[in-house]
Antibody, heavy 121, light 107 residues
Framework: QVQLVQSGAEVKKPGASVKVSCKAS????????IHWVRQAPGHGLEWMGV????????SYAQKFQGRVAMTKDTSTSTAYMELSSLTSEDTAVYYC??????????????WGQGTLVTVSS | AIQMTQSPSSLSASVGDRVTITCRAS??????LGWYQHKPGKAPKLLIY???SLQSGVPSRFSGSGSGTDFTLTISSLQPEDFATYYC?????????FGLGTKVEIK
């Protein structure tokens, strides 16, 4: 069965960076785009970006341009999301999700369990 | 980026009520829209894709409609397990964008 298992909770100081992993299993990792979504406390879901494991394609929300990097390691079927220059506003639960495409319709069906990143001095 | 305007931001309803949530896109997005349910401490759950296609395993009381710029999620008879926050997500073009969400609460 398809599974996306994320790394554990992190506590970071302002100005630091965090790297969250998303390990895929139960399918061919290189065949599906991986998206990243976050939810800050009291806020809604926010789309951050996408990485294609088979190639170099990435796309990021304008808000994160310049301080986010989404990468992958095909040898371990793992996607990564690294966010730098953290502030308290980056405190959030971060999710990875696999993009499905059926008859040109795209959606996010499989999700990781979420990773809480807390930014605090 | 395409903006998704979702309304209402919250609503109170009783079990058995019919509930309607709307999303409006800032430009036409064909039928490239999904609806997701989110409960605290859990990952979001896909309900509807392609504006009107019911995801496998999702109860038939959920339905979606619309195309172009105006979309609707309807819950025909609200059940206790449906109290959650609902989001639309446009997948027409990058960057994908969510609506701000609709919190469905118990009246």
């Amino acid at each position: 069965q398809v599974q996306l298992v994320q790394s554990g909770a992190e506590v970071k100081k302002p100005g630091a960076s965090v790297k969250v992993s998303c390990k895929a299993s139960g399918y061919t990792f290189t065949s599906y785009y991986i998206h990243w979504v976050r939810q800050a406390p009291g806020h809604g879901l926010e789309w951050m970006g996408v990485v294609y494991p088979s190639g170099s394609f990435t796309s990021y929300a304008q808000k994160f341009q310049g301080r986010v990097a989404m990468t992958k390691d095909t040898s371990t079927s793992t996607a990564y999301m690294e966010l730098s220059s953290l502030t308290s506003e980056d405190t959030a639960v971060y999710y990875c999700a696999r993009r499905e495409v059926v008859d040109t319709m795209a959606y996010l069906q499989y999700w990781g369990q979420g990773t809480l990143v807390t930014v605090s001095s | 980026a395409i903006q998704m305007t979702q309304s209402p931001s919250s609503l109170s309803a009783s079990v058995g009520d019919r509930v309607t949530i709307t999303c409006r896109a800032s430009q036409g997005i064909r039928s490239d829209l999904g609806w997701y349910q989110h409960k605290p401490g859990k990952a979001p759950k896909l309900l509807i894709y392609g504006a009107s296609s019911l995801q496998s395993g999702v109860p038939s009381r959920f339905s979606g409609s619309g195309s172009g710029t105006d979309f609707t999620l309807t819950i025909s008879s609200l059940q206790p397990e449906d109290f959650a926050t609902y989001y639309c997500l446009q997948d027409y073009s990058y960057p994908w964008t969510f609506g701000l969400g609709t919190k469905v609460e118990i009246k």
